[in-house]
Nanobody
Framework: QVQLVESGGGLVQAGGSLRLSCAAS????????MGWFRQAPGKEREFVAA????????YYADSVKGRFTISRDNSKNTVYLQMNNLKPEDTAIYYC???????????????WGQGTQVTVSS
């Protein structure tokens, strides 16, 4: 089992920045791809970004490309999502997830955090 805990969410004005963190514990010795997803009220959960275990491969949704950066520090069992130039449409609950493969499909992830709220005001 792997436990994931997100932090770093909050309220920010449009154009501002936030950095989300996702700390993993438990069976972190295995290699996991990590992803960030988000879910806005009344909408389905959508892919935001993903990173391979080595960090050598990263993937982004078109809506965040060039503004968000995913990274990881395996020595700290932590994945980050740096979010710059935030827009009101980025408002959502952000979830991190761990899976055996790197994927844009939430069904490919086995473990999920509880989520952290990000609110961007206009």
């Amino acid at each position: 089992q792997v436990q994931l805990v997100e932090s770093g969410g909050g309220l920010v004005q449009a154009g501002g920045s936030l950095r989300l963190s996702c700390a993993a514990s438990g069976r972190t010795g295995s290699t996991y791809g990590m992803g960030w997803f988000r879910q806005a009220p009344g909408k389905e959960r959508e892919f935001v970004a993903a990173i391979s275990w080595s960090g050598g491969s990263t993937y982004y949704a078109d809506s965040v490309k060039g503004r968000f950066t995913i990274s990881r520090d395996n020595s700290k069992n932590t994945v980050y999502l740096q979010m710059n130039n935030l827009k009101p449409e980025d408002t959502a609950i952000y979830y991190c997830a761990a899976g055996r493969v790197v994927s844009v499909n939430p069904r490919d992830y086995n473990y999920w955090g509880q989520g952290t709220q990000v609110t961007v005001s206009s």
